[in-house]
Antibody, heavy 121, light 107 residues
Framework: EVQLVESGGGLVQPGGSLRLSCAASGFTFSNYGMSWVRQAPGKGLEWVSGFSGSGHSTYYADSVKGRFTISRDNSKNTLYLQMNSLRDEDTAVYHC??????????????WGQGTLVTVSS | DIQMTQSPSSLSASVGDRVTITCRASQSISSYLNWYQQKPGKAPKLLIYAASSLQSGVPSRFSGSGSGTDFTLTISSLQPEDFATYYC?????????FGGGTKVEIK
């Protein structure tokens, strides 16, 4: 059974940093693209960052480029999101999501329940 | 960036109704369009990928159609468990984009 479990969220002041983790199980992690998708309270979904299906290329939304860094450790089956220079508008539940296929496609067939990041002074 | 526009933003319907939600892309995305269902406090669930392919385990009352810029999600006979918010997402190119969502409520 595929499982994605996020951790690392919490309350942080504007300008602060946080690192999110997503522990994956139930599939061959290194074969699939992975992404972070966030949802601000009461709002819709926003793609944040992702690895392509090849697992080597990384991509970012303009809103986080230069502040967030996505990484993965295939030996630990874990996806990370390093978030620096956090802003109020980064407040959201952050989900990790797995791509459905091993090719360079971006449909997400499994999602974690998410971890809440609150940026506030 | 490609913008995704969903309509309506909300709708009220009864059990058994046929429901149609539309999604428009700001430029052609071929068939790189996916649909998700999200219930309160839960993670999104993939329903339809590549515009019209039904994800494994999803009931056949859900269907998707369209290509280019205009897409449709149809629920042929609304069931009580279908009351949720639905999102379209393009997977044509990064940055990926989601529609604003359509909340399906009980009439």
């Amino acid at each position: 059974e595929v499982q994605l479990v996020e951790s690392g969220g919490g309350l942080v002041q504007p300008g602060g940093s946080l690192r999110l983790s997503c522990a994956a199980s139930g599939f061959t992690f290194s074969n699939y693209g992975m992404s972070w998708v966030r949802q601000a309270p009461g709002k819709g979904l926003e793609w944040v960052s992702g690895f392509s299906g090849s697992g080597h290329s990384t991509y970012y939304a303009d809103s986080v480029k230069g502040r967030f860094t996505i990484s993965r450790d295939n030996s630990k089956n874990t996806l990370y999101l390093q978030m620096n220079s956090l802003r109020d508008e980064d407040t959201a539940v952050y989900h990790c999501a797995k791509t459905k296929r091993t090719s360079n496609d971006w449909e997400f067939d499994y999602w974690g329940q998410g971890t809440l990041v609150t940026v506030s002074s | 960036d490609i913008q995704m526009t969903q309509s309506p933003s909300s709708l009220s319907a009864s059990v058994g109704d046929r429901v149609t939600i539309t999604c428009r892309a700001s430029q052609s995305i071929s068939s790189y369009l996916n649909w998700y269902q999200q219930k309160p406090g839960k993670a999104p669930k993939l329903l339809i990928y590549a515009a019209s392919s039904l994800q494994s385990g999803v009931p056949s009352r859900f269907s998707g159609s369209g290509s280019g810029t205009d897409f449709t999600l149809t629920i042929s006979s609304l069931q009580p468990e279908d009351f949720a918010t639905y999102y379209c997402q393009h997977s044509y190119i990064t940055p990926l984009g989601f529609g604003g969502g359509t909340k399906v409520e009980i009439k």
